[in-house]
Protein backbone atom coordinates (compact mmCIF):
# COMPACT_ATOMS: atom_id res chain seq x y z
CA UNK A 1 0.00 0.00 0.00
CA UNK A 2 1.07 3.17 -0.85
CA UNK A 3 2.06 6.37 1.62
CA UNK A 4 -0.59 8.90 0.05
CA UNK A 5 -3.33 5.65 0.66
CA UNK A 6 -1.78 4.92 4.50
CA UNK A 7 -2.34 8.91 4.86
CA UNK A 8 -5.78 9.08 3.35
CA UNK A 9 -6.75 5.82 5.21
CA UNK A 10 -5.57 7.02 8.80
CA UNK A 11 -7.57 10.83 7.98
CA UNK A 12 -10.44 9.21 6.64
CA UNK A 13 -10.68 6.70 9.93
CA UNK A 14 -9.85 9.18 12.20
CA UNK A 15 -12.58 11.35 11.37
CA UNK A 16 -15.30 8.60 11.22
CA UNK A 17 -13.88 7.39 15.11
CA UNK A 18 -14.41 11.14 15.99
CA UNK A 19 -17.98 11.26 14.69
CA UNK A 20 -19.00 7.96 15.74
CA UNK A 21 -16.98 8.75 19.67
CA UNK A 22 -19.51 12.65 19.35
CA UNK A 23 -22.57 11.04 18.28
CA UNK A 24 -22.72 8.66 20.52
CA UNK A 25 -23.14 11.37 23.30
CA UNK A 26 -25.52 12.91 20.96
CA UNK A 27 -27.97 10.36 19.29
CA UNK A 28 -31.54 10.90 20.80
CA UNK A 29 -33.69 7.81 20.45
CA UNK A 30 -37.51 7.96 20.05
CA UNK A 31 -40.06 5.19 19.81
CA UNK A 32 -42.57 4.75 17.29
CA UNK A 33 -44.90 2.07 15.57
CA UNK A 34 -42.43 -0.31 13.30
CA UNK A 35 -42.88 -1.72 10.29
CA UNK A 36 -40.59 -3.97 8.09
CA UNK A 37 -38.63 -2.12 5.76
CA UNK A 38 -35.32 -2.55 3.23
CA UNK A 39 -32.79 -0.78 4.04
CA UNK A 40 -30.23 1.09 1.13
CA UNK A 41 -28.25 -0.69 -1.00
CA UNK A 42 -24.23 0.34 -0.07
CA UNK A 43 -22.75 0.20 -3.35
CA UNK A 44 -19.45 2.49 -4.29
CA UNK A 45 -19.53 5.24 -7.40
CA UNK A 46 -17.67 5.08 -10.50
CA UNK A 47 -16.22 8.12 -8.94
CA UNK A 48 -15.04 6.49 -5.89
CA UNK A 49 -11.67 7.86 -5.20
CA UNK A 50 -8.73 5.87 -6.65
CA UNK A 51 -6.45 6.19 -2.86
CA UNK A 52 -9.33 4.48 -1.78
CA UNK A 53 -9.70 0.79 -2.71
CA UNK A 54 -12.24 -1.30 -2.49
CA UNK A 55 -11.00 -3.15 0.66
CA UNK A 56 -10.85 -0.08 2.70
CA UNK A 57 -13.92 1.14 1.67
CA UNK A 58 -15.59 -2.06 2.70
CA UNK A 59 -13.56 -1.93 5.80
CA UNK A 60 -15.03 1.67 6.72
CA UNK A 61 -18.52 0.74 5.92
CA UNK A 62 -18.29 -2.36 8.23
CA UNK A 63 -16.75 -0.43 11.08
CA UNK A 64 -20.18 2.17 10.39
CA UNK A 65 -22.94 -0.63 10.64
CA UNK A 66 -21.22 -1.73 14.01
CA UNK A 67 -22.81 1.62 14.92
CA UNK A 68 -25.19 3.16 12.72
CA UNK A 69 -28.38 1.67 11.52
CA UNK A 70 -28.90 1.91 7.61
CA UNK A 71 -31.08 4.44 5.87
CA UNK A 72 -34.11 2.98 4.86
CA UNK A 73 -36.51 4.62 1.59
CA UNK A 74 -39.46 6.65 1.44
CA UNK A 75 -42.63 4.48 1.71
CA UNK A 76 -45.85 5.20 -0.18
CA UNK A 77 -45.29 8.53 -0.99
CA UNK A 78 -48.09 10.72 -1.86
CA UNK A 79 -46.55 13.60 -3.79
CA UNK A 80 -43.50 15.57 -4.55
CA UNK A 81 -42.68 19.24 -4.30
CA UNK A 82 -39.78 21.53 -5.66
CA UNK A 83 -38.80 18.21 -8.15
CA UNK A 84 -39.25 18.96 -11.96
CA UNK A 85 -42.94 18.47 -12.75
CA UNK A 86 -44.07 17.08 -10.03
CA UNK A 87 -41.47 13.68 -10.65
CA UNK A 88 -40.63 11.09 -8.00
CA UNK A 89 -37.37 11.60 -6.09
CA UNK A 90 -35.98 8.22 -3.87
CA UNK A 91 -33.25 8.42 -0.78
CA UNK A 92 -31.37 5.88 -2.85
CA UNK A 93 -30.80 7.63 -5.97
CA UNK A 94 -28.35 9.79 -3.70
CA UNK A 95 -26.00 7.23 -1.79
CA UNK A 96 -22.47 7.06 -2.57
CA UNK A 97 -22.82 10.15 -4.39
CA UNK A 98 -23.63 12.94 -1.62
CA UNK A 99 -24.91 13.41 1.90
CA UNK A 100 -28.73 13.53 3.10
CA UNK A 101 -30.78 15.23 5.25
CA UNK A 102 -33.96 14.45 5.57
CA UNK A 103 -36.76 16.62 8.08
CA UNK A 104 -39.63 15.71 9.27
CA UNK A 105 -42.53 18.32 9.02
CA UNK A 106 -45.19 19.05 8.53
CA UNK A 107 -45.90 23.21 7.71
CA UNK A 108 -48.80 24.52 10.40
CA UNK A 109 -46.06 23.38 13.22
CA UNK A 110 -44.54 26.72 14.81
CA UNK A 111 -41.78 24.44 15.66
CA UNK A 112 -41.07 22.96 12.31
CA UNK A 113 -41.31 27.09 11.20
CA UNK A 114 -38.97 28.36 13.06
CA UNK A 115 -35.83 25.60 12.07
CA UNK A 116 -36.94 26.33 8.02
CA UNK A 117 -34.99 29.58 7.89
CA UNK A 118 -31.74 27.01 8.81
CA UNK A 119 -32.71 24.64 6.74
CA UNK A 120 -32.87 26.81 3.96
CA UNK A 121 -29.37 28.40 4.26
CA UNK A 122 -27.80 25.34 4.69
CA UNK A 123 -29.67 24.43 1.72
CA UNK A 124 -28.58 27.61 -0.34
CA UNK A 125 -24.17 27.15 0.92
CA UNK A 126 -24.39 23.29 0.77
CA UNK A 127 -26.59 22.29 -1.80
CA UNK A 128 -23.72 22.67 -4.51
CA UNK A 129 -21.16 20.98 -2.04
CA UNK A 130 -22.77 17.94 -1.99
CA UNK A 131 -25.55 18.20 0.45
CA UNK A 132 -29.50 17.22 -0.47
CA UNK A 133 -31.91 18.05 2.13
CA UNK A 134 -35.76 16.22 1.72
CA UNK A 135 -38.23 17.48 3.52
CA UNK A 136 -40.78 15.06 4.52
CA UNK A 137 -44.21 16.02 5.10
CA UNK A 138 -46.22 13.89 7.40
CA UNK A 139 -49.72 16.04 8.22
CA UNK A 140 -51.30 16.47 11.68
CA UNK A 141 -54.35 17.70 10.22
CA UNK A 142 -56.27 16.85 7.09
CA UNK A 143 -55.51 20.03 5.29
CA UNK A 144 -52.39 19.25 5.28
CA UNK A 145 -52.53 16.62 3.00
CA UNK A 146 -53.80 18.80 0.25
CA UNK A 147 -50.67 19.21 -2.25
CA UNK A 148 -51.35 22.81 -3.78
CA UNK A 149 -52.06 23.85 0.29
CA UNK A 150 -48.46 22.07 1.01
CA UNK A 151 -46.77 23.74 -2.26
CA UNK A 152 -48.33 27.24 -1.44
CA UNK A 153 -46.77 26.88 2.46
CA UNK A 154 -43.31 26.03 1.35
CA UNK A 155 -43.24 28.94 -1.14
CA UNK A 156 -44.11 30.88 1.70
CA UNK A 157 -41.44 29.90 3.79
CA UNK A 158 -38.88 29.89 0.68
CA UNK A 159 -38.23 26.43 0.55
CA UNK A 160 -36.89 25.10 -2.50
CA UNK A 161 -35.72 21.64 -1.78
CA UNK A 162 -37.38 18.54 -2.80
CA UNK A 163 -40.59 17.75 -0.25
CA UNK A 164 -42.12 14.59 -0.38
CA UNK A 165 -45.59 14.42 1.32
CA UNK A 166 -46.00 11.40 3.19
CA UNK A 167 -49.90 11.39 3.88
CA UNK A 168 -49.96 8.21 5.15
CA UNK A 169 -47.28 8.41 7.78
CA UNK A 170 -45.25 5.37 5.75
CA UNK A 171 -41.27 6.97 5.81
CA UNK A 172 -42.60 8.55 9.19
CA UNK A 173 -43.39 4.95 10.66
CA UNK A 174 -40.34 3.83 8.74
CA UNK A 175 -38.03 5.87 10.63
CA UNK A 176 -40.03 5.30 13.73
CA UNK A 177 -40.33 9.12 14.38
CA UNK A 178 -43.07 10.44 16.44
CA UNK A 179 -41.60 14.16 16.29
CA UNK A 180 -42.44 17.07 14.11
CA UNK A 181 -39.41 18.36 13.28
CA UNK A 182 -37.00 15.82 13.38
CA UNK A 183 -33.73 15.78 11.10
CA UNK A 184 -31.68 12.40 10.58
CA UNK A 185 -28.35 12.85 8.56
CA UNK A 186 -27.30 10.14 5.92
CA UNK A 187 -23.84 9.87 4.97
CA UNK A 188 -22.17 9.21 1.59
CA UNK A 189 -22.25 5.49 2.86
CA UNK A 190 -26.61 5.28 3.58
CA UNK A 191 -26.03 4.90 7.41
CA UNK A 192 -28.15 7.45 9.92
CA UNK A 193 -25.40 9.27 11.74
CA UNK A 194 -27.34 12.02 13.32
CA UNK A 195 -30.84 12.22 14.72
CA UNK A 196 -31.75 15.64 16.28
CA UNK A 197 -35.28 15.90 17.31
CA UNK A 198 -36.92 19.54 17.43
CA UNK A 199 -35.55 22.94 18.06
CA UNK A 200 -31.86 23.98 18.69
CA UNK A 201 -28.11 22.99 18.49
CA UNK A 202 -27.69 24.43 14.90
CA UNK A 203 -24.18 24.73 15.38
CA UNK A 204 -23.82 21.49 16.06
CA UNK A 205 -25.74 19.97 13.00
CA UNK A 206 -24.36 22.17 11.09
CA UNK A 207 -20.66 20.72 12.04
CA UNK A 208 -22.03 17.80 11.66
CA UNK A 209 -23.43 18.55 8.07
CA UNK A 210 -19.31 19.78 7.43
CA UNK A 211 -18.02 16.59 8.93
CA UNK A 212 -20.07 14.33 6.35
CA UNK A 213 -19.15 16.58 3.43
CA UNK A 214 -15.48 16.45 4.01
CA UNK A 215 -15.66 12.66 4.41
CA UNK A 216 -17.84 12.87 1.22
CA UNK A 217 -15.18 14.56 -0.66
CA UNK A 218 -12.14 12.61 0.56
CA UNK A 219 -13.86 9.77 -0.31
CA UNK A 220 -14.81 10.84 -3.97
CA UNK A 221 -11.38 12.15 -4.48
CA UNK A 222 -12.75 15.73 -4.86
CA UNK A 223 -10.49 18.73 -3.06
CA UNK A 224 -12.21 19.84 0.45
CA UNK A 225 -13.17 23.51 0.07
CA UNK A 226 -12.33 26.10 3.13
CA UNK A 227 -15.66 26.24 4.09
CA UNK A 228 -16.27 23.07 5.53
CA UNK A 229 -13.02 23.02 7.53
CA UNK A 230 -13.68 26.76 8.89
CA UNK A 231 -15.92 27.57 12.20
CA UNK A 232 -18.16 30.17 10.64
CA UNK A 233 -21.72 29.05 10.87
CA UNK A 234 -25.05 30.12 9.55
CA UNK A 235 -26.85 33.08 11.40
CA UNK A 236 -30.18 33.48 9.17
CA UNK A 237 -32.02 36.63 9.75
CA UNK A 238 -35.50 36.60 11.45
CA UNK A 239 -34.98 33.54 13.40
CA UNK A 240 -37.19 33.08 16.53
CA UNK A 241 -35.38 33.48 19.95
CA UNK A 242 -36.09 30.87 22.69
CA UNK A 243 -39.38 30.00 23.45
CA UNK A 244 -41.26 30.84 26.11
CA UNK A 245 -44.40 29.97 27.45
CA UNK A 246 -46.29 28.74 30.55
CA UNK A 247 -49.31 27.92 28.18
CA UNK A 248 -49.79 24.18 26.48
CA UNK A 249 -50.45 23.69 23.04
CA UNK A 250 -54.52 23.17 22.85
CA UNK A 251 -57.00 21.65 20.49
CA UNK A 252 -60.47 22.71 19.50
CA UNK A 253 -61.55 19.44 18.21
CA UNK A 254 -63.54 17.13 20.12
CA UNK A 255 -60.75 15.09 19.66
CA UNK A 256 -58.22 16.37 21.84
CA UNK A 257 -60.28 19.30 23.39
CA UNK A 258 -59.10 18.32 27.12
CA UNK A 259 -59.16 22.18 27.89
CA UNK A 260 -62.21 23.27 27.47
CA UNK A 261 -63.42 25.60 29.78
CA UNK A 262 -67.12 26.01 29.48
CA UNK A 263 -68.36 22.22 27.61
CA UNK A 264 -68.09 18.63 27.72
CA UNK A 265 -64.95 16.82 26.38
CA UNK A 266 -64.90 15.09 23.22
CA UNK A 267 -68.44 15.89 22.73
CA UNK A 268 -69.54 16.59 19.05
CA UNK A 269 -71.96 18.48 16.83
CA UNK A 270 -73.36 21.78 16.82
CA UNK A 271 -73.67 23.20 20.54
CA UNK A 272 -74.32 27.00 22.25
CA UNK A 273 -71.80 28.17 24.40
CA UNK A 274 -71.98 31.11 27.11
CA UNK A 275 -69.28 32.95 28.40
CA UNK A 276 -68.85 32.67 32.31
CA UNK A 277 -68.23 35.71 34.78
CA UNK A 278 -64.26 34.38 35.10
CA UNK A 279 -61.95 32.15 33.53
CA UNK A 280 -59.33 30.10 34.52
CA UNK A 281 -55.47 29.77 33.11
CA UNK A 282 -54.84 28.09 30.31
CA UNK A 283 -58.47 26.61 29.09
CA UNK A 284 -60.54 28.58 26.21
CA UNK A 285 -64.24 29.13 26.48
CA UNK A 286 -66.24 29.33 23.30
CA UNK A 287 -68.93 32.07 22.86
CA UNK A 288 -71.82 31.46 20.43
CA UNK A 289 -72.62 28.76 18.59
CA UNK A 290 -70.19 26.42 16.84
CA UNK A 291 -69.96 22.85 15.03
CA UNK A 292 -67.59 20.92 17.01
CA UNK A 293 -66.12 17.94 15.14
CA UNK A 294 -63.12 15.76 15.46
CA UNK A 295 -60.12 17.81 13.95
CA UNK A 296 -61.34 21.28 14.84
CA UNK A 297 -64.45 23.51 15.78
CA UNK A 298 -66.68 25.61 12.84
CA UNK A 299 -68.25 29.18 14.48
CA UNK A 300 -72.37 28.56 12.87
CA UNK A 301 -72.60 32.51 13.38
CA UNK A 302 -71.57 36.17 13.50
CA UNK A 303 -69.74 36.74 17.19
CA UNK A 304 -68.76 32.96 17.37
CA UNK A 305 -65.69 33.36 18.84
CA UNK A 306 -63.83 31.99 22.15
CA UNK A 307 -61.53 33.24 24.96
CA UNK A 308 -58.22 31.68 25.98
CA UNK A 309 -56.32 33.30 29.09
CA UNK A 310 -52.59 32.48 28.53
CA UNK A 311 -49.03 33.07 29.93
CA UNK A 312 -46.41 32.87 26.69
CA UNK A 313 -44.20 35.12 24.72
CA UNK A 314 -45.93 34.69 21.92
CA UNK A 315 -49.37 33.30 20.57
CA UNK A 316 -50.39 31.46 17.20
CA UNK A 317 -53.86 29.77 16.21
CA UNK A 318 -54.22 27.24 13.32
CA UNK A 319 -57.41 28.25 11.45
CA UNK A 320 -59.10 28.04 8.31
CA UNK A 321 -62.26 29.25 6.06
CA UNK A 322 -63.91 28.07 2.61
CA UNK A 323 -64.88 31.93 2.32
CA UNK A 324 -62.59 34.79 4.15
CA UNK A 325 -63.42 35.35 7.84
CA UNK A 326 -62.48 38.37 9.86
CA UNK A 327 -62.41 38.15 13.43
CA UNK A 328 -61.69 41.30 16.18
CA UNK A 329 -58.88 40.46 18.16
CA UNK A 330 -58.60 41.63 21.86
CA UNK A 331 -55.99 41.60 24.80
CA UNK A 332 -57.01 42.16 28.29
CA UNK A 333 -60.47 43.10 26.66
CA UNK A 334 -58.92 46.02 24.33
CA UNK A 335 -57.04 45.60 20.85
CA UNK A 336 -53.75 44.01 20.73
CA UNK A 337 -51.08 47.04 21.20
CA UNK A 338 -48.22 47.39 18.79
CA UNK A 339 -45.46 45.84 20.70
CA UNK A 340 -47.90 42.95 21.10
CA UNK A 341 -49.14 42.83 17.73
CA UNK A 342 -48.64 39.66 15.42
CA UNK A 343 -47.98 39.29 12.00
CA UNK A 344 -51.35 38.63 10.66
CA UNK A 345 -53.02 41.44 12.91
CA UNK A 346 -54.24 44.73 11.29
CA UNK A 347 -55.57 48.09 12.70
CA UNK A 348 -58.58 49.18 11.19
CA UNK A 349 -60.83 51.91 12.96
CA UNK A 350 -58.57 51.53 16.19
CA UNK A 351 -59.53 48.16 16.49
CA UNK A 352 -57.26 45.03 15.55
CA UNK A 353 -58.32 41.69 13.26
CA UNK A 354 -57.21 39.04 11.53
CA UNK A 355 -58.27 37.69 7.76
CA UNK A 356 -58.58 34.00 8.15
CA UNK A 357 -59.27 32.04 5.16
CA UNK A 358 -56.14 29.77 4.07
CA UNK A 359 -55.44 26.88 6.26
CA UNK A 360 -52.28 27.65 8.17
CA UNK A 361 -50.66 29.12 11.36
CA UNK A 362 -51.85 32.49 11.65
CA UNK A 363 -49.75 35.21 14.29
CA UNK A 364 -51.95 36.40 16.56
CA UNK A 365 -49.44 37.75 19.23
CA UNK A 366 -45.40 38.49 19.05
CA UNK A 367 -44.16 39.72 22.44
CA UNK A 368 -40.48 39.56 24.14
CA UNK A 369 -41.07 38.33 27.13
CA UNK A 370 -43.80 35.67 28.19
CA UNK A 371 -46.56 37.76 29.67
CA UNK A 372 -49.74 36.89 31.57
CA UNK A 373 -52.59 37.90 29.17
CA UNK A 374 -56.43 37.13 28.34
CA UNK A 375 -56.99 36.73 24.43
CA UNK A 376 -60.15 36.70 23.28
CA UNK A 377 -61.15 36.04 19.42
CA UNK A 378 -64.30 37.13 17.90
CA UNK A 379 -65.49 36.11 14.21
CA UNK A 380 -67.80 39.03 12.05
CA UNK A 381 -69.49 36.41 10.07
CA UNK A 382 -70.23 32.22 10.42
CA UNK A 383 -67.22 29.78 8.85
CA UNK A 384 -64.61 30.20 11.17
CA UNK A 385 -62.33 26.98 11.74
CA UNK A 386 -60.53 26.29 14.14
CA UNK A 387 -57.79 23.54 14.74
CA UNK A 388 -55.71 24.56 17.46
CA UNK A 389 -53.40 27.10 19.66
CA UNK A 390 -49.95 26.95 19.86
CA UNK A 391 -47.88 29.25 21.82
CA UNK A 392 -43.90 30.10 21.98
Known sequence: MSTQRIITLIIVGALIISAIVWLEGKKVHGVGSSV??????????????????????????????????????????????????????????????DVVMIDFMTYSCINCQRTFPYLTAWYGKYKDQGLVIIGIHTPEFEFEKVYANVQKEMARYGITFPVVLDNDYGTWNAYQNQYWPRKYMIDID??????HIGEGEYVETEQEIKNLLQERDTRLGIPVPA?????????????????????????????????????????????????????????????????VLGEYAQGQS???????????????????ASTQVVAEVTLDGLPVP????????YVNGGKTFVKIQDSRLYNLVTG????????????????LEVFTLTFG
Do not use: C
Open 36 to 97: TTTPLALTATASTSPTLSATDIAAIRAEKAKKYPPAVELVNPSGFVNTPDGAPISIGQYIGK
Open 190 to 195: GYVVYD
Open 227 to 291: DLIDSVSVSPSGTAGSIQTNSPETYFGANRNQYIGNGAQGKTGIQNFILPNSFASNMFYFSGSWN
Open 302 to 320: AGSGFVYPYTAKDVYVVAS
Open 338 to 345: ANLRGTDV
Open 368 to 383: TNMEAHTLRVMSQSAG
